[in-house]
């Protein structure tokens, strides 16, 4: 089977390669440095040749609502119509528990790119997963002010992002469900905590204040608005498994 990856270098999209590839499948990487736009929908055409399915873990560095939406749509957008005219024959869409709970700020743009998917005339899955042990790290860095880190509050259900990779090119080997499956960690966990402990568990031993900060989307987080409900489908690796595989 062929499968193209939409942001095949990023943080799961690099692992749906790596699984994809580890199962016998051609795999083609759809980045700017392959030559593929996907907001200006250039390149896609040329990539999509013969491609089976398509995988879309795209993504956009903000918090913002309405550029995160803007972005999703146009990007999901082209990337669906390439992938009409190339026949591909299962588009799958990785998306993030709890958007419809909690559809503000950047999950306003997942929760708009997902209707881009249910609209589209393709067979089609989500796969909707909790965030990634790797969001403590990216937290630790983004979340600061000058020399203090600050440690967002919330609830989170945390899995790696290995597991995701492996899940979604696994759901590129069945049939199109038309429907959203969850995927979670194997248990609840504390962001701050998490972001405390990947900061001393990497040597840093300065101040890192947990905190309530501002902003409906961590708001509905700290609610636990982003934990599954009902059935889901739960990873192995613990945050503090991934902390130790991370420093070998």
Do not use: C
């Given at each position: 089977?062929?499968l193209?990856?939409?942001?095949?270098?990023?943080?799961?999209?690099?692992?749906?390669?790596?699984?994809?590839?580890?199962?016998?499948?051609e795999?083609?990487?759809?980045?700017?440095?392959?030559?593929?736009?996907?907001?200006?929908?250039?390149?896609?055409?040329?990539?999509?040749?013969?491609?089976?399915?398509v995988?879309?873990?795209?993504?956009?560095?903000?918090?913002?609502?309405?550029?995160?939406?803007?972005?999703?749509?146009?990007?999901?957008?082209?990337?669906?119509?390439?992938?009409?005219?190339?026949?591909?024959?299962?588009?799958?869409?990785?998306s993030?528990?709890?958007?419809?709970?909690?559809?503000h700020?950047?999950?306003?743009?997942?929760?708009?790119?997902?209707q881009?998917?249910?609209?589209?005339?393709l067979?089609?899955?989500i796969?909707?997963?909790?965030?990634?042990?790797?969001?403590?790290?990216?937290?630790?860095?983004?979340?600061?002010?000058?020399?203090?880190?600050?440690?967002?509050?919330?609830?989170?259900?945390p899995?790696?992002a290995r597991?995701?990779?492996?899940?979604?090119?696994?759901?590129?080997?069945?049939?199109?469900?038309?429907?959203?499956?969850?995927?979670?960690?194997?248990?609840?966990e504390?962001?701050a905590?998490?972001?405390?402990?990947?900061?001393?568990?990497?040597?840093?031993?300065?101040?890192?204040?947990?905190a309530?900060?501002?902003?409906?989307?961590?708001?509905?987080?700290?609610?636990?608005?982003?934990?599954?409900?009902?059935d889901?489908?739960?990873?192995?690796?613990?945050?503090?498994?991934?902390?130790?595989?991370?420093?070998?």
């Amino acid at each position: 089977m062929k499968l193209a990856v939409a942001g095949g270098t990023g943080v799961v999209g690099t692992h749906v390669v790596e699984a994809a590839r580890a199962a016998g499948h051609e795999v083609v990487a759809l980045t700017r440095s392959s030559g593929v736009d996907l907001v200006a929908g250039t390149g896609l055409d040329t990539a999509l040749d013969g491609v089976d399915a398509v995988i879309d873990t795209a993504n956009i560095s903000t918090l913002n609502a309405a550029k995160a939406t803007a972005f999703f749509r146009s990007a999901s957008g082209n990337l669906l119509s390439a992938a009409a005219r190339a026949g591909v024959r299962h588009v799958i869409l990785l998306s993030i528990v709890g958007v419809d709970r909690n559809p503000h700020d950047y999950y306003a743009g997942k929760l708009a790119q997902e209707q881009v998917y249910r609209e589209s005339a393709l067979p089609w899955s989500i796969v909707r997963a909790t965030q990634f042990h790797e969001f403590a790290a990216q937290m630790f860095d983004s979340a600061r002010l000058g020399p203090l880190h600050l440690a967002p509050r919330a609830r989170i259900q945390p899995i790696a992002a290995r597991e995701v990779g492996a899940f979604l090119a696994g759901t590129a080997d069945r049939a199109a469900s038309g429907s959203v499956v969850q995927l979670a960690g194997p248990r609840e966990e504390d962001l701050a905590d998490m972001i405390v402990r990947f900061a001393r568990a990497t040597g840093h031993r300065g101040p890192v204040i947990p905190a309530a900060l501002p902003g409906r989307q961590l708001k509905g987080m700290r609610a636990g608005l982003n934990l599954p409900v009902g059935d889901a489908t739960l990873g192995t690796v613990t945050f503090d498994e991934w902390l130790a595989q991370r420093a070998v």
